[in-house]
């Protein structure tokens, strides 16, 4: 059986964030914490600016990629509920590194940079758990990187429809293919292949 990219152990650490940013959220006043509500297709941070935020995600889907100066986009991960954006560059204080966009409609909670390096400083629960997020997701695009490697488009395409169907989610083919370093000719040849290979199954068990 095939298995989501989301393993079980970064869903435990997801709801850790969750539960710890509604205490958090709780406690801190409106002018350094807020939840924010994004419509499908909105930019959350644009790649070059400055952010003056660190978000983390409450309900929704967002899509993290890179643009190219010839306007081709590479996306490199998709983040759910209990994931971090903008942690990186408030630690390094530098521009925006990549594009986070609303794959779905996004709740969000929204740190000022300066609550949250406050919150890294004095709360070491909070500067664990991030700590922790990181740690887990540079291991999660090791990972990756490594399928990558050792299996086709086909085998990444197979895990991005079981993420679909299990998250019960519709991905652009745009994003698919962009997800999977091909063009879309490409992935409408893996997706009819898939297709025709299911009608067959289906023939034979009649």
Do not use: P, W
């Not at 995600?57 to 903008?86: P, R």
């Not at 996004?106 to 400083?121: K, N, Q």
């Amino acid at each position: 059986k095939r298995t989501n990219v989301l393993t079980t152990s970064m869903q435990q650490t997801n709801n850790i964030i969750l539960s710890l940013i509604e205490k958090v959220y709780a406690n801190e006043s409106s002018k350094n914490v807020s939840l924010k509500k994004y419509l499908k297709g909105a930019d959350i941070l644009k790649q070059g600016q400055i952010t003056q935020h660190v978000l983390i995600v409450k309900n929704g889907l967002v899509k993290c990629f890179y643009s190219e100066e010839n306007c081709k986009e590479f996306i490199f991960d998709f983040l759910g509920s209990g994931e971090v954006v903008g942690e990186i560059e408030a630690i390094r204080h530098i521009k925006c590194l990549c594009n986070i966009q609303a794959v779905t409609d996004v709740e969000a909670y929204s740190f000022s940079t300066s609550c949250f390096h406050s919150l890294i400083e004095q709360n070491r629960e909070f500067r664990d758990v991030i700590l922790g997020e990181l740690a887990e997701r540079l291991i999660k695009t090791s990972q990756r990187a490594s399928f990558q490697k050792a299996y086709s488009a086909k085998y990444g395409l197979l895990k991005l429809l079981d993420i679909q169907k299990e998250g019960n989610l519709k991905l652009s083919k745009s994003d698919m293919a962009s997800y999977l370093g091909i063009d879309i000719r490409s992935l409408n040849r893996l997706l009819h292949a898939e297709q025709d290979k299911d009608v067959r199954l289906i023939s034979h068990t009649i």
